[in-house]
């Protein structure tokens, strides 16, 4: 059975910084390609950040620079440094991890920034 738990969502600051963790576990997790997504108030859900079985990054256009994707496949669990956050970026945040029969979704971790 397949379980995936996100968690280090928050609220703070502009300017501040989050840490968010993705643990999955019920698959072979060095073999698994995962990725963050949000969603926010109103809007669909997009992806914010991904990375392959083998560690290659790809990420949004409007978070390059300040967020970190990576993953520790001894704890199987992959992480999102978010720095240099904006209010612009407080979604509910969602890990996805990429299956050959399905994907799999995280219920989701709120951030939130503002003054």
């Known amino acids: 059975q397949v379980h995936v738990v996100e968690s280090g969502g928050g609220l703070v600051q502009p300017g501040g910084s989050l840490r968010l963790s993705c643990a999955a576990s019920?698959?072979?997790?060095?073999?698994?390609?995962m990725a963050w997504y949000r969603q926010a108030p109103g809007k669909e859900r997009e992806l914010v950040a991904s990375?392959?079985?083998?560690?290659?990054?790809n990420y949004r256009d409007s978070v390059k620079g300040r967020f970190t994707i990576s993953r520790d496949n001894a704890k199987k669990t992959i992480y999102l440094q978010m720095d240099s956050l904006k209010p612009e970026d407080t979604a509910v945040y969602y890990c996805?991890?990429?299956?050959?029969?399905?994907?799999?979704w995280g219920q989701g971790t709120q951030v939130t920034v503002s003054s």
């Open positions: 990375i392959t079985y083998s560690g290659s990054t």
């Open positions: 019920g698959i072979r997790f060095s073999d698994t390609a």
């Open positions: 996805k991890v990429f299956l050959a029969m399905r994907d799999y």
